[in-house]
C-alpha cells in the first residue's frame, strides 16, 4: 500500500511538473510572437532617454546609463521572470488564445503600432503635465502654508 501511494505521489508530481512545462514552454512561445525582445530593447531606450531629459547633469554618461540598464533589464535575464507574469494571469488555454491573437494580421498590426501609441500617449501626458505646471506649484504652494500654519499652531498649544 505505502508502495503505490509512494508511486501515485510520484506520477502526480510529475504530471504536475509536465503541465507547468507545456504552461511555460507556451508562455515564452507567447513571449516570443509579441516581440517581447524587441518591446523590452525600446522600452529601455526610452528609459535611457527619460532619465536624460530628467537629469541633464548624466548626459556625458549617457553610453554608461544605455549599458547598465541593457545589462539589468537584459530579456535573457528576464526571460522566466516574464514568463511567470503570463503564466500567473493566464492559464494555458488562454496563452495559446494569445498566442493565436499575436500570430494574426491584426495583431502583428498592434505589435507594429504599439511602441509608436505608447511613445504618442506617453508625450501626450507628459505636454499635460508640463502645460500645468503652474498649477502644481500653486497647489503645493498652499500645502506648503497649510503645513507651516498647522506646524505653528501645534507648538503654541
Known sequence: ?????????ILLA????????????AAYKLLEVSRSEEVLEQSIEQMAELELQNNPTLLPYRKVLREYYAEVLS???????????????????????????????VGQKLMTA???????????????????LDELRARIEDEARRIARDNELGSVE
Open 75 to 105: 530579456y535573457e535575464s528576464l526571460r522566466d521572470e516574464y514568463a511567470y507574469v503570463y503564466m500567473d494571469h493566464f492559464s494555458e488555454a488562454e496563452i495559446h488564445k494569445l498566442i493565436e491573437f499575436h500570430e494574426s494580421p
Open 14 to 25: 510529475f504530471n504536475a511538473s509536465a503541465e507547468l512545462s507545456s504552461h511555460m514552454q
Open 1 to 9: 500500500m505505502r508502495h503505490l501511494v509512494g508511486t501515485l505521489a
Open 114 to 132: 504599439q511602441p509608436i501609441i505608447l511613445r504618442q500617449t506617453t508625450e501626450m501626458g507628459q505636454e499635460r503635465v508640463m502645460s500645468r
